[in-house]
């Protein structure tokens, strides 16, 4: 064999692997430029895989969106335009909607006022399954398992119109207080999720945890035996800080699902000082763990959780100035994290 005839061995080789490489790129940019035509459609049907919310090829997935306010209390953003403006300019990949059950401040939610606190959450269902986002439909209650026989009703309607949609999670107890899990919680959860499953054998139920739903570790110990449960976690950043992480963590290890449904970037009550340096810690904690998240919420109330402070425009298309210290960081931080989603999304 002579020279040329070995140099042209060792090129040959080097050929192939140059052409393989080529075509492994040109796949890869082919599917990273695929475009779908909505979120949904991208993830498809939620599940959970050990301590995680996969897509519908079993890939981790993290949702980041806004919560609303109280039904009873701002039900004027509870429409399709300030849906659409969630996704369009926020980016919101979802969007919770806060059913008030009991009064608060003087108004009465979905117990004495049904059809028109329904009709409010069925609007925003409808707004996210045609704008192809996932909605959280939240029985936003602290005394949910006094009120079983309301709440299974309910969601039992929530499951026969919209169960077979992927948009669709249930939470079905937003925030226990200082009950028991064993005696109050979890059978109250076994009760509404065994309705649920026999409409909906699939989309995910958030079940709120004690304290306000920050007992996830005690949740852990005793888990409920279903398929697709999630257990809430919420925080406040100002009062709740790395003891609540070590919490989150004990509940992780033991391979249960979290979902802060509900988080604030100031104090407990929901207003008292903005404090961006926790709030940057926890949503580092999140997004490490593949744990999504609402934050509360969409507003015009004089506190400093609230995103608006603006009176006067509940169909969206807030300018800057229109956002509080709250909405201005809190939208920037979806726009951010999200942008990669949207980037494979084709929006109307």
């Given at each position: 064999m002579n020279i040329q005839e070995k140099n042209n061995m060792k090129v040959f080789p080097l050929f192939i692997l140059i052409l393989l490489m080529y075509s492994l790129q040109s796949y890869s940019l082919t599917i990273d430029s695929i475009k779908y035509n909505s979120v949904v459609e991208k993830f498809g049907q939620l599940s959970i895989s050990g301590n995680k919310i996969v897509d519908k090829n079993g890939n981790p997935?993290?949702?980041?969106?806004?919560?609303?306010?109280?039904?009873?209390?701002?039900?004027?953003?509870?429409?399709y335009e300030c849906i659409k403006w969630l996704r369009d300019d926020w980016k919101c990949t979802i969007v919770r909607a806060s059913m008030g059950i009991e009064e608060a401040d003087g108004k009465w939610g979905y117990m004495k006022n049904p059809d028109e606190e329904f009709n409010k959450i069925k609007t925003v269902i409808e707004a996210?399954?045609?704008?192809?986002?996932?909605?959280?439909?939240?029985?936003?209650?602290?005394?949910?398992?006094?009120?079983?026989?309301?709440?299974?009703?309910?969601?039992k309607k929530i499951a026969s119109r919209y169960g077979d949609k992927p948009n669709l999670i249930y939470e079905i107890y937003n925030e226990p207080m200082k009950v028991s899990w064993i005696e109050d919680v979890k059978p109250y959860a076994e009760e509404v999720i065994k309705n649920i499953r026999k409409i909906d054998p699939d989309n995910l139920i958030i079940v709120g945890t004690t304290t306000w739903s920050q007992d996830v570790d005690i949740?852990?110990?005793?888990?409920?035996?279903?398929?697709?449960?999630?257990?809430?976690?919420?925080?406040?950043?100002?009062?709740?800080?790395?003891?609540?992480?070590?919490?989150?963590?004990?509940?992780?290890?033991?391979?249960?699902?979290?979902f802060v449904s509900e988080f604030g970037t100031c104090e407990y009550t929901g207003s008292g000082y903005l404090d961006y340096e926790e709030t940057?810690?926890?949503?580092?904690?999140?997004?490490?763990?593949?744990?999504?998240?609402?934050?509360?919420?969409?507003?015009?109330?004089?506190?400093?959780?609230?995103?608006?402070?603006?009176?006067?425009?509940?169909?969206?298309?807030?300018?800057?100035?229109?956002?509080?210290?709250?909405?201005?960081?809190?939208?920037?931080?979806?726009?951010?994290?999200?942008?990669?989603?949207?980037?494979?999304?084709?929006?109307?």
């Open positions: 997935v993290v949702l980041r969106g806004m919560s609303l306010f109280w039904s009873q209390l701002m039900g004027k953003y509870y429409n996210a399954i045609d704008l192809g986002i996932y909605v959280i439909v939240d029985w936003h209650d602290h005394n949910a398992h006094n009120h079983a026989e309301l709440a299974i009703d309910f969601f949740a852990a110990e005793t888990p409920l035996d279903f398929n697709n449960i999630i257990y809430a976690l919420h925080f406040y950043a100002a009062s709740h800080k790395q003891e609540l992480r070590d919490k989150a963590r004990i509940a992780l290890a033991k391979n249960i699902t979290l940057e810690k926890w949503i580092d904690f999140l997004e490490k763990n593949y744990i999504s998240w609402c934050n509360w919420s969409i507003a015009d109330k004089k506190e400093t959780s609230a995103a608006l402070n603006v009176l006067g425009k509940p169909y969206g298309k807030w300018l800057d100035n229109d956002l509080t210290d709250s909405g201005k960081f809190i939208r920037n931080k979806i726009k951010s994290l999200n942008n990669v989603i949207f980037n494979s999304i084709k929006i109307d």
